[in-house]
C-alpha cells in the first residue's frame, strides 16, 4: 500500500520555485510505435512556461488518487524484468543523459502500447534530499538520504509535439516511508477501469 503522505512529500515540491528535477527527456511515438523525434534537456533550462507544463504531466503520475489510480507492486523477478529493471537503473544513474538507454526504453514502451494517434514518452530525473524529521531543531534541515527516482509517462499528443494529460506511467523506485524501496514500482492508470498495461507487462511478472 502507498501512503498518501509520502506522495505529497514528492508533489509539494513539483512547482516552479521549488523542483529538484534535473533533466527531463522524451521520444515522440507514431501510432505503430515508430520514434519520430526525442529531446532531452537540463531541466533548469526550459522556459517558465514549459516547466509549468512540463511539472503538471510530472506531478500528474505520484499526484494520483493513492492505492487507486497508483497502486504498488512488486518488481517482477523473472529474466525480462531483471533487464528492465537494470535499464531503469542505467537510466537513473546517469541522470538521463544516454539516449541509447533513452531510446531502448522508447522502443520498449512503442512495442506494446496500442494507439490510434500520436503520442509521447517522458521520463523526469529527480534527487531529493530527503530532510530529518525530527523535533531536534540542530538537526532540522539535515538529510537523512537522497531519494533518485524517475516517473514515467504515456501521453497522447493534443498539438504538434504537444503532449496532454498522461494515460498511464510509473514511479521508481518507489518511495515508502520517506525511503527508497528499489524492490518495487508505483504503477498510475488514468483510468483503473479500463488499464493500459503497458508498464505492467513491462515491470512485472506474469
Same mark, same amino acid.
Given at each position: 500500500?502507498?501512503?498518501?503522505?509520502?506522495?505529497?512529500? %514528492?508533489?509539494?515540491?513539483?512547482? *516552479?520555485?521549488?523542483?529538484?528535477?534535473?533533466?527531463?527527456?522524451?521520444?515522440?511515438?507514431?501510432?505503430?510505435?515508430? $520514434?519520430?523525434?526525442?529531446?532531452?534537456?537540463?531541466?533548469?533550462? &526550459?522556459?517558465?512556461?514549459?516547466?509549468?507544463?512540463?511539472?503538471?504531466?510530472?506531478?500528474?503520475?505520484?499526484?494520483?488518487?493513492?492505492?487507486?489510480?497508483?497502486?504498488?507492486?512488486?518488481?517482477?523477478?523473472?529474466?525480462?524484468?531483471?533487464?528492465?529493471?537494470? %535499464?531503469?537503473?542505467?537510466?537513473?544513474? @546517469?541522470? %538521463?543523459?544516454?539516449?541509447?538507454?533513452? /531510446?531502448?526504453?522508447?522502443?520498449?514502451?512503442?512495442?506494446? /502500447?496500442?494507439?490510434?494517434?500520436?503520442?509521447? $514518452?517522458?521520463?523526469?530525473?529527480?534527487?531529493?534530499?530527503? #530532510?530529518?524529521?525530527?523535533?531536534?531543531?540542530?538537526?532540522?534541515?539535515?538529510?537523512?538520504?537522497?531519494?533518485?527516482?524517475?516517473?514515467?509517462?504515456?501521453? *497522447? &499528443?493534443?498539438?504538434? /509535439?504537444?503532449?496532454?494529460?498522461?494515460? @498511464?506511467?510509473?514511479?521508481? #523506485?518507489?518511495?515508502?516511508?520517506?525511503?527508497?524501496?528499489?524492490?518495487?514500482?508505483? $504503477?498510475?492508470?488514468?483510468? #483503473?477501469?479500463?488499464?493500459? *498495461?503497458?508498464?505492467?507487462?513491462?515491470?512485472?511478472?506474469?
Amino acid at each position: 500500500m502507498i501512503n498518501r503522505e509520502d506522495m505529497l512529500e %514528492l508533489t509539494r515540491r513539483m512547482t *516552479p520555485s521549488r523542483t529538484s528535477f534535473t533533466r527531463v527527456a522524451g521520444g515522440y511515438m507514431e501510432p505503430d510505435g515508430e $520514434i519520430d523525434e526525442s529531446f532531452n534537456v537540463n531541466f533548469l533550462n &526550459l522556459s517558465a512556461a514549459e516547466k509549468e507544463k512540463n511539472l503538471a504531466i510530472a506531478k500528474a503520475v505520484p499526484f494520483a488518487a493513492t492505492n487507486v489510480n497508483l497502486r504498488s507492486y512488486a518488481f517482477g523477478d523473472g529474466a525480462e524484468q531483471r533487464k528492465m529493471r537494470q %535499464l531503469l537503473y542505467g537510466m537513473r544513474e @546517469c541522470g %538521463l543523459k544516454n539516449d541509447a538507454l533513452l /531510446y531502448t526504453f522508447y522502443e520498449l514502451v512503442g512495442a506494446r /502500447y496500442r494507439s490510434r494517434e500520436p503520442y509521447a $514518452i517522458l521520463v523526469f530525473h529527480d534527487r531529493y534530499d530527503v #530532510p530529518v524529521k525530527a523535533s531536534d531543531k540542530e538537526r532540522q534541515g539535515e538529510s537523512e538520504e537522497v531519494y533518485e527516482y524517475l516517473i514515467g509517462a504515456v501521453a *497522447p &499528443l493534443v498539438g504538434e /509535439y504537444e503532449p496532454g494529460r498522461p494515460v @498511464c506511467g510509473f514511479l521508481y #523506485p518507489a518511495f515508502a516511508d520517506r525511503s527508497t524501496d528499489d524492490a518495487h514500482v508505483a $504503477i498510475f492508470q488514468a483510468d #483503473p477501469e479500463h488499464k493500459i *498495461p503497458v508498464f505492467e507487462e513491462l515491470f512485472l511478472t506474469r
